[in-house]
T-cell receptor, first 112, second 109 residues
Framework: GENVEQHPSTLSVQEGDSAVIKCTYS??????FPWYKQELGKGPQLIID?????GEKKDQRIAVTLNKTAKHFSLHITETQPEDSAVYFC???????????FGTGTRLQVTL | DAGVTQSPTHLIKTRGQHVTLRCSPI?????VSWYQQVLGQGPQFIFQ???????GRGNFPDRFSARQFPNYSSELNVNALLLGDSALYLC????????FGPGTRLLVL
C-alpha cells in the first residue's frame, strides 16, 4: 500500500544554519511531491513542490531534491530564521485521484 | 484572491450526534478534497470531489459522507460521532496543486 516515511521527527537548529528533512515513499509510479508547513492552529501551507520529471527545484532559501530511483526526496532550508519554526510535512500523490499521502511530520525549532 | 475558507472554525459535539462542515474553494478551483488530521499526525485523506462527482475515498467508515455543490463548495457530514472523530478537518482546493484551508477543529465529548 501507499507509505511515506519522514525523518527526523524533531529537528533543532541554530538561526542561520541549514535544515534538511527527508522522506521516502513506496509507489514508484508517484509523480508529484509537495511540502507543507503547518504553524500552530493553522492549516498546512504549500511551500514548495516537485514533479517527477525534475531532480531539483529551488525557491529562495528553500529547495527540494528528488531521487526517483531511490524513491526519496528531501527539503532543504538554508539560512534558517525563527519564523521557519513549524511542523513540516512531506506528501506524495498516489494514483489518479488527488489523494495526498502525508508523512508523519517534522517539528523544526530554530533557536537564536 | 481569497483562499480556501472553512466553517465553523471550532465545534463541540457529543457522542452520537451529527456534524456538517463546510468549505469554499479558491475561485476557479473545481476540485475539493477533505482530510482528517488527528493531533500529532499528518492529514489523512477522506474524500475528493471534482465537478460534483466523488473521485476518491479514503479508508473511513460510511458514517462519513460529502457532497459538492454547483458553485464547487462542499460539505462533509459525519454521523453517529465517536470520541475518536475529534480532530482538525481540513479542506483542500485544487487546480494543479492542493491548497488547504484553516480547518475546523471538532471536539467530540
Amino acid at each position: 500500500g501507499e507509505n511515506v516515511e519522514q525523518h527526523p521527527s524533531t529537528l533543532s537548529v541554530q538561526e542561520g544554519d541549514s535544515a534538511v528533512i527527508k522522506c521516502t515513499y513506496s509507489d514508484s509510479a508517484s509523480n508529484y511531491f509537495p511540502w507543507y508547513k503547518q504553524e500552530l492552529g493553522k492549516g498546512p501551507q504549500l511551500i514548495i513542490d516537485i514533479r517527477s520529471n525534475v531532480g531539483e527545484k529551488k525557491d529562495q532559501r528553500i529547495a527540494v531534491t528528488l531521487n526517483k530511483t531511490a524513491k526519496h526526496f528531501s527539503l532543504h532550508i538554508t539560512e534558517t530564521q525563527p519564523e521557519d519554526s513549524a511542523v513540516y510535512f512531506c506528501a506524495v500523490l498516489f494514483g489518479t485521484a488527488s489523494k495526498l499521502t502525508f508523512g508523519t511530520g517534522t517539528r523544526l525549532q530554530v533557536t537564536l | 484572491d481569497a483562499g480556501v475558507t472553512q466553517s465553523p472554525t471550532h465545534l463541540i459535539k457529543t457522542r452520537g450526534q451529527h456534524v456538517t462542515l463546510r468549505c469554499s474553494p479558491i475561485s476557479g478551483h473545481k476540485s475539493v478534497s477533505w482530510y482528517q488530521q488527528v493531533l500529532g499526525q499528518g492529514p489523512q485523506f477522506i474524500f475528493q470531489y471534482y465537478e460534483k462527482e466523488e473521485r476518491g475515498r479514503g479508508n473511513f467508515p460510511d458514517r462519513f459522507s460529502a457532497r459538492q455543490f454547483p458553485n464547487y463548495s462542499s460539505e462533509l457530514n459525519v454521523n453517529a460521532l465517536l470520541l475518536g472523530d475529534s480532530a482538525l478537518y481540513l479542506c483542500a482546493s485544487s487546480y494543479d496543486r492542493q491548497y488547504f484551508g484553516p480547518g475546523t477543529r471538532l471536539l467530540v465529548l
